[in-house]
C-alpha cells in the first residue's frame, strides 16, 4: 500500500445474484433461475471476478449472501477471493426463506476503518444500505452502497434517512442501484441535502443488452476530481456495472497500482 495522490478505481454494479438476461422475455422463460441453482451461475460469476478484478473498490447490489438459489454460495465472498480483494463484506436484506438472500456487497483493496449496515425505511422491508469509512478525521473517504426500492415514495424516504447519515462529511462517495434517473425529484433533493452531485446525467445501463434507462449512479463530493466516468458494456446482468476514476489525494492507504 501507498499513500498520495492517485487515480482511485470504482465499480459498482446490481450483478442480478449473478444471473444474465437478454431480453425482456427471459424474466418470464427463465424465471425459474431467480429460485433453483444452475451452472451457468458460477461460470457468469467467473468473468464478473475478472471484470471487478481491475478496480479498487466495487460496490455490488443484488448479491446472494447464500441460499438455494446460490448454491448457499455467498456471492461477494466468492467474488472477492477469486477477483483477489482482501477486503469484503456483505449486507443481507431481503430473504425469502431458503430459496433467496438479496444483499448489498463491498469489495476493496483498502482497508475500512469501519462499515455500518443500515436498514432503510419503507413499506417493504428488505433494503439496506453500507456506509464504510476509509482513513480518519477529516480526510476520511466516506463510501455507501445502496439499492434502492422501485416505488417513489420508500425511495424518497430512504433517501432523506442517508442523507442525515452523511450529510456532514466533506468526502462521499455514493454508489449503487437508485431504481430512478438523475432528473428526478428525490434524487435532486438528496443530493441537495447531502452535498452531493451527478457527474453525468445521461449514462444509460439498464437494460444490459439495450440501455435506456440511467438509474445506477455515482454520486460524489462537489471538490471531487473525476478523470473518468462510463457504463461498460458488458451483459453478465440485466445491468450494465458503473465504473469511476478519481484523481485522489487523501491521506487513506492506496492499493498499489497493478493488482494480482
Known sequence: MTTGRRQLRLLSYNIQAGTTT?????????????VLPNNQRIANLDSIAELVADYDIVALQE??????????????????????????????????GVLAHAGNGLLSRIPPSEVEEHKLPGAIPGRGAMVARFGEGPAALWLVVLHLALGRRARSQQLDYVAGLIRD??????????????????LSQFCDRAGLIIPDRDIRTFPSWEPKRAIDHILVSPDMDIADLQALPVTFSDHRPLAMSLNLDLKIPLPDQTHP
Not at 437478454?22 to 431467480?34: G, H, I, M, P, V
Not at 446472494?64 to 463484506?89: E, I, M, V
Open 169 to 186: 462529511y466533506p468526502h462521499v462517495v455514493v454508489m449503487g442501484d437508485l431504481n430512478t434517473g438523475p432528473g428526478s425529484r428525490e
Open 63 to 96: 448479491v446472494d449472501c447464500g441460499s438455494l438459489r446460490s448454491g448457499f454460495l455467498n456471492q461477494a465472498k466468492y467474488l472477492a477471493t477469486h477477483a483477489g480483494f482482501p477486503h469484503w463484506h456483505h449486507q443481507g436484506n431481503r430473504k425469502v
Open 22 to 34: 437478454a431480453n425482456y422475455r427471459e424474466y418470464l422463460t427463465k424465471s425459474w433461475r431467480q
